[in-house]
């Protein structure tokens, strides 16, 4: 039974601490994902050209199909900083005095 308490308190502590941090794990996670579609559009290009010039035979189709993925990606990492863009505005409209940057509760 301590070990399930252990496990609980840590996914606990690591949901604290990712929404204390949202910002930055938004960033980070848009760094990732700018860094892997670079990568993948890299050897696409290489793959395109490669089959154009030495006819590798690079399956075209996949581009396309990758493609549709990595923008399915960008919309969900711009969903995520919507959804805390607008905690923020809620936050800084109703939940704190005119002028004032928006606090925690209790604060």
């Not at 840590?10 to 938004?26: F, K, M, N, V, Y």
Request: charge should be positive.
């Amino acid at each position: 039974m301590k070990l399930f308490g252990r496990i609980k308190s840590g996914i606990l502590d690591i949901a604290t601490w990712s929404q204390r941090h949202l910002e930055r794990l938004i960033i980070l996670i848009g760094v990732c994902v700018m860094a892997f579609i670079l990568l993948v559009l890299v050897s696409w290009t290489v793959g395109y050209y490669a089959n154009g010039f030495f006819g590798l035979k690079f399956e075209l189709g996949s581009i396309w199909q990758g493609l549709a993925a990595c923008v399915t990606a960008i919309g969900s990492l711009l969903s995520i900083a919507g959804v805390n863009l607008g905690k923020h505005y809620i936050d800084s409209k109703f939940n704190s005095g005119a002028g004032l940057p928006p606090g925690r509760r209790g604060e």
